[in-house]
């Protein structure tokens, strides 16, 4: 069990541009959740899924924003046409269905001049 | 709208010294957790609390989940260097959600 990875580690980006970010969860988790976190505040829910099944997305998930988990295995978070208020940390989270304890991977730091 | 109000913000005190920090709402959860984040990392599980009273040690931290599930605290005993870092909890949310409600967290500083 090696944890929940992340890729890239660090991005940064000008503004307009798109990116997509990749999260591999722990393996027998079924449970995948992304997050977002900016200087000085916790995380902040942006959307998870159920294997393959988005099932809930947080009205911070703008239109430019999507999330695939296309074989229920790793996920894939893409922002387009990037606007300088989405320099933050992405954070994905992932856990077993029935028992909502979540762990993190190391995040991708978004940076968009 | 769920809150976790967490105390004190930001905490800066010497080795060997005790502490405690507060997480507290007036929404009941059905379970909190406590993570600890260091700069550029993502946030680590240290602990989920789900009973009301409940008390739970790791070495030389201590967490309880108040009676009524509605706030939790964290008291670290002889703190050292090696504790230092951004103290986050987190709760269920209601409602049939599966994510995670987070407070901003406590920045612990432990000095040698």
């Known amino acids: 069990d090696t944890g929940v990875s992340q890729n890239p580690r660090h991005k940064i980006t000008k503004r307009g541009q798109n990116v997509t970010f990749r999260c591999d969860p722990i393996?027998?988790?079924?449970?995948l959740y992304w997050y977002r976190q900016t200087l000085g505040q916790g995380p902040e829910f942006l959307t998870y899924?159920?294997?393959?099944?988005?099932?809930?997305k947080s009205r911070l998930l703008s239109d430019r924003f999507s999330a695939e988990r296309p074989k229920g295995s790793f996920s894939t978070l893409e922002i387009q046409r990037t606007e300088q208020g989405d320099s933050a940390m992405y954070l994905c989270?992932?856990?077993?269905?029935?028992?909502?304890?979540?762990?993190f991977g190391p995040g991708t730091r978004l940076t968009v001049l | 709208t769920q809150l976790l109000e967490q105390s004190p913000q930001f905490l800066s005190i010497q080795e060997g010294e005790n502490l405690t920090v507060y997480c507290n709402s007036s929404?009941?959860?059905?379970?909190l957790q406590w993570y600890r984040q260091e700069p550029g990392e993502g946030p680590v599980l240290l602990v989920t609390v789900v009973t009301g009273g409940e008390v739970k040690k790791l070495k030389r931290l201590t967490f309880q989940f108040g009676d009524a599930r509605k706030d939790s605290s964290l008291h670290i005993t002889a703190a050292q260097p090696g504790d230092t870092g951004l103290y986050l909890c987190?709760?269920?949310?209601?409602?049939?959600?599966?994510?995670?409600?987070f407070g901003k967290g406590t920045k612990l500083t432990v000095n040698p």
């Open positions: 899924f159920q294997n393959e099944a988005q099932l809930e």
């Open positions: 989270a992932s856990s077993f269905a029935s028992y909502n304890e979540q762990f």
């Open positions: 987190a709760g269920d949310s209601q409602g049939g959600s599966e994510k995670l409600v």
């Open positions: 929404s009941v959860f059905s379970s």
């Open positions: 393996s027998e988790h079924n449970r």
